[in-house]
């Protein structure tokens, strides 16, 4: 029997806190279409498992090490059963610093065949560059990406 959409997502948030990528990426169809319209840089979507796992294998890691854990989870099932929404947020440390973060996440994933093959994340960035000691960077580059989007001056 294959996995529900709930038992996928749970699977999914795990293996991210858990950091175990190679396995995170086989919970997606070959073809799928996550996107992150929250994402303040405008990601294009990722349509396909080679490019989650060079989303999620990136290379190394850089910057501190975060501790972090699923918590507040609640699954809301939809008249479709392959829809899901999913309320969270990953809430840990900064394991070099000792410093808590939490960072909010909904998630509305479309799973089918116990594959996620559509995903919307809408993640707090700005709160993950924060944990990551990003901020200042992701800042910059917001700015200089939406520089063009501002009305002009009145």
């Not at 175990?20 to 990601?43: C, G, I, K, N």
């Not at 989870?73 to 309320?87: K, L, Q």
């Not at 993640?123 to 063009?148: K, M, N, Y």
Request: hydrophobic letters at 35%; charged letters at 25%; proline letters at 8%.
């Amino acid at each position: 029997m294959t996995d529900t959409p709930r038992e996928v997502f749970l699977k999914l948030v795990h293996g991210v806190c858990e950091e175990r990528w190679a396995d995170v990426v086989e919970l997606y169809a070959e073809q799928t279409d996550v996107s992150h319209p929250f994402f303040p840089l405008d990601a294009e979507p990722m349509r396909s498992r080679d490019a989650l796992r060079a989303h999620f294998g990136g290379g190394p890691a850089q910057g501190p090490t975060l501790r972090r854990q699923p918590t507040k989870i609640n699954v809301h099932e939809t008249t479709d059963p392959e829809v899901i929404v999913a309320e969270f947020q990953y809430e840990g440390t900064v394991v070099e610093t000792g410093a808590p973060f939490t960072i909010p996440g909904v998630f509305v994933m479309r799973v089918r065949d116990g594959k996620i093959v559509e995903s919307r994340d809408y993640l707090d960035h700005l709160r993950s560059a924060a944990a990551r000691g990003q901020l200042p960077e992701v800042l910059d580059a917001i700015r200089e990406h939406h520089a063009g989007d501002a009305p002009a001056p009145r």
